[in-house]
């Protein structure tokens, strides 16, 4: 909060500074304050046209709100202006990520090609196959990485689904459930094990997977309006504390530490964000939940 302050006054005598609008660009970033960042962000790719950082930037902040054309339009005029920039990799796999949303599979593909092997990029190249009706080669893709990764909860979940199509339901509810121990409240993994409890004849416990699909729809919705929230003001600690709180019930250990260091970035004070980021941080606890 120190930090933007200062930068706030420089701008008041140097409305065009770049490092100070690229800092206020950055810190809105980091606590949630989406459009205030892409303000920010956009004056400094307007201002330095050889500057590839701010467009990346904004790649990643439409990719966070699943708007997935804008992204890849700002990836793309960010390699364009350095296609050797340090972050290289990142950038394409989360271009190629943001393609596939798209069902621009292809193009996804050859952007992997390039990316170093991982949990992440063997999961996307999957899918970007099996939206290719390639079942056998996203099939190996998957048991790829989940070698690298067995609580690669996305890789499980679409080795489960391949698992239900090939009507090897056994199969299909052994990854599933181990996809649900890692994300218990995902609506994609839920449908599946509904379908899956269906076909292997267990209507009750059909039943009940579906009692918790509807009380994760509940929980992402409140965790969206939150997101909103944060997106308004950049400067509410306490909306930020509670979406780590939901990040952490959905299973998104990563995002809740976000949304908790950006409660402690704007409220030092708060013992409670600090006590529930060193809890998260805890190797042994890291699964439990933050009440």
Request: charged share 30%.
């Amino acid at each position: 909060m120190e930090a933007g302050g200062v930068w706030t006054r420089v701008l008041a005598d140097e409305p065009e500074n770049i490092d100070a609008l690229r800092w206020l660009g950055v810190a809105h970033y980091e606590v949630g304050a989406l459009p205030h960042a892409e303000n920010y962000l956009r004056k400094v790719a307007l201002l330095d046209a050889n500057d590839p950082r701010p467009l990346r930037v904004i790649g990643l902040l439409y990719r966070d709100v699943e708007e997935h054309g804008n992204a890849v339009e700002a990836y793309r005029e960010s390699l364009r202006r350095d296609p050797e920039q340090p972050e290289i990799a990142a950038v394409r796999f989360e271009m190629a990520d943001s393609l596939h949303q798209l069902h621009q599979d292809r193009e996804a593909l050859e952007l992997l090609e390039s990316c170093d092997a991982s949990a992440d990029v063997f999961t996307v190249r999957a899918a970007c196959l099996m939206n290719l009706a390639r079942t056998d080669e996203a099939t190996r893709m998957l048991d790829e990485a989940i070698l690298q990764d067995p609580h690669h909860a996305g890789a499980l979940a679409m080795r489960g689904r391949i698992a239900l199509e090939k009507g090897d339901a056994i199969a299909a509810e052994r990854f599933l459930r181990r996809a649900k121990r890692i994300s218990p409240q995902s609506i994609d993994v839920l449908h599946s094990l509904i379908a899956t409890y269906l076909r292997l004849g267990e209507p009750a416990k059909a039943k009940a997977a579906q009692q918790e699909l509807k009380n994760a729809e509940t929980t992402w919705d409140e965790y969206h309006k939150l997101v909103n929230r944060a997106a308004d003001d950049a400067a509410d600690a306490h909306v930020r504390f509670e979406l780590g709180l939901y990040a952490s019930r959905l299973g998104l250990n990563d995002t809740a530490k976000w949304w908790l260091r950006a409660a402690v970035y704007l409220d030092p004070k708060s013992e409670e964000a600090a006590a529930a980021l060193k809890k998260l941080n805890h190797p042994y606890e890291q699964a439990q939940s933050l009440e």
